[in-house]
């Protein structure tokens, strides 16, 4: 269900008591809830007798009759609860409340102390001074509140005291009791989402944690942001068969074709089928690379429409000084099948390729792919068209600086 407006709607009731509205229909000249708002829907209400009135968030179901139930009452004449309604008719309409209204107003805030947010403080950025003291900042009760309702903090002093951020009672915020802003310029935002406080920032928190040891529960500054900027973990590196050249010996033929219908232009390396063939590319690897094992996966294609193709690749890293012609290290393979004729082909990825040589920060290496066509397991009958390769490298930096 979700919260819903709509002009134009109002409806009488006769219910009595502090129940769900039984709805009488359409006023002259409105519409229906059902109508404008929608069953299962929620609306914000007002329903007044012309002597006490109660406004709030109800949900609206068809039926006979259709109803309103009213969910939260955010006002009434009977201090905030359910009024006790007696006989006769009650007007039933749909509005725009002052809570809803603040939301959508902006206010800044500077606090040097304990503070309480209140219920109307909607969308209020709070400028936290901790100089003196560290401090916390008490959200409202979720029930006071409606869903969006959202607040930003920012630690504006340099001072070691932090700023907490703090939910009321036993509410947390996605789980955790505090957030605590402790360096400067960090900043937090906060949402009620209907059910709990949420933040909205919660990658953010994660990637300052892994990465440059912001402690959990804080987001990073500016300057985490920039040293952030790039995640660590595994990434991918795609090189097309334009950035290959064939080996001199026992190189691929180099191929060039256009598609019949939409004249799709592919550059390949075409690959035998008995002689093991071999093309090379080099990469100056990322400083954030961490010298480990990498994998492969192939990107090919074939006229032939049935067989199996056996890919490999070897590489060798060379450092700075080192003689450009150095040893490979061991190979890894991986059987891949045609699907169809004339089909793009995406392998599987290998097993962990080791780089020969001592792979070192930002190594020039040499990769080496090459279709094993004396291999039994290789059963396709005809060349065998690389399009390209992706890489899947480990980074351990957040980036190359």
Same mark, same amino acid.
């Given at each position: ?93 749909? &509005? ?248 793009? &082909? ?6 962990? &390729? ?48």
């Amino acid at each position: 269900m979700a919260l819903r407006y709509a002009n134009r709607v109002k409806e009488t009731s006769t219910t009595t008591g502090t129940s769900t509205l039984n709805l009488g229909g359409a006023s002259t000249g409105f519409q229906t809830f059902v109508a404008g708002i929608g069953t299962t829907n929620k609306s914000y209400y007002v329903v007044t007798d012309n002597t006490d009135w109660e406004a709030g968030i109800g949900t609206v179901t068809s039926g006979s009759p259709d109803t309103l139930a009213r969910d939260t009452v955010l006002a009434s004449s009977n201090g905030g609860a359910k009024v006790n309604w007696g006989s006769g008719t009650k007007d039933v309409f749909s &509005m725009f409340p002052g809570e809803a209204i603040g939301s959508l107003m902006k206010d800044v805030e500077s606090v040097a102390g304990a503070t309480t947010v209140e219920a109307g403080a909607n969308g209020t950025l709070f400028l936290g001074d901790a100089t003196s003291a560290a401090f916390t900042i008490t959200l409202p009760a979720g029930a006071d509140v409606l869903t969006g309702f959202t607040i930003y903090v920012k630690k504006t002093d340099a001072s070691a005291n932090a700023v907490t951020i703090d939910g009321a009672g036993a509410e947390t915020i996605d789980g955790v009791a505090t957030l605590v802003l402790s360096e400067e310029d960090k900043i937090e935002a906060v949402t009620w989402n209907g059910t709990e406080w949420s933040r909205l920032t919660p990658t953010l928190g994660t990637v300052a944690a892994k990465n440059t040891g912001t402690a959990a529960g804080e987001v990073p500054t500016n300057a985490d942001l920039s040293a952030t900027a790039d995640l660590q973990g595994k990434k991918a590196l795609s090189i097309p068969a334009s950035g290959m050249i064939a080996r001199i010996t026992n190189g691929p033929s180099s191929g060039s074709t256009e598609t019949t219908t939409n004249k799709i232009m592919a550059r390949t390396w075409d690959y035998d089928d008995t002689t093991v063939e071999r093309a090379q590319f080099t990469i100056v690897m990322p400083k954030s690379w961490n010298e480990g094992a990498i994998t492969v996966r192939f990107v090919w294609t074939a006229t032939p429409a049935t067989g199996d193709v056996v890919w490999g690749m070897r590489a060798v890293a060379i450092s700075d000084d080192d003689p450009l012609d150095a040893a490979f290290g061991a190979a890894v393979e991986i059987v891949d099948s045609v699907t169809a004729a004339d089909d793009l &082909m995406h392998s599987g990825e290998t097993s962990a &390729m080791i780089i020969g040589g001592t792979p070192a920060e930002s190594d020039f290496v040499v990769f080496e792919p090459y279709r094993s066509g004396a291999n039994g397991l290789d059963t396709l009958v005809g060349d065998a068209r690389l399009l390209g390769v992706q890489l899947f490298i480990t980074t351990d930096a957040g980036n190359d600086a």
